[in-house]
């Protein structure tokens, strides 16, 4: 069973997408994948600083890219 509010960093959400860090970057610059966030609106970074995603985040940018891809190609 899959836990959809599992903390990933960049590159584990790269890594369960099946893309690059730079594809996961770039959903998050485009507004496609948001940083999680605590119960205050405080988003979760580790302890580098870095943005942690919830994975169910993920797997809806990742659908939501792969289905654009298809229109288009």
């Not at 960093?9 to 860090?21: D, I, L, P, Q, R």
């Not at 730079?22 to 966030?37: D, E, F, I």
């Not at 985040?57 to 288009?72: C, L, Q």
């Amino acid at each position: 069973m899959l836990d959809v509010d599992a903390l990933l960093t960049g590159s584990e959400a790269a890594a369960y997408a099946k893309v690059t860090v730079a594809a996961v970057s770039n959903w998050r610059a485009r507004g496609h994948l948001p940083v999680a966030t605590d119960e205050h609106g405080a988003e979760i970074r580790d302890s580098r600083g870095r943005p942690k995603y919830r994975l169910l985040d993920v797997a809806k940018a990742e659908h939501a890219t792969h289905k654009r891809a298809r229109r288009a190609a």
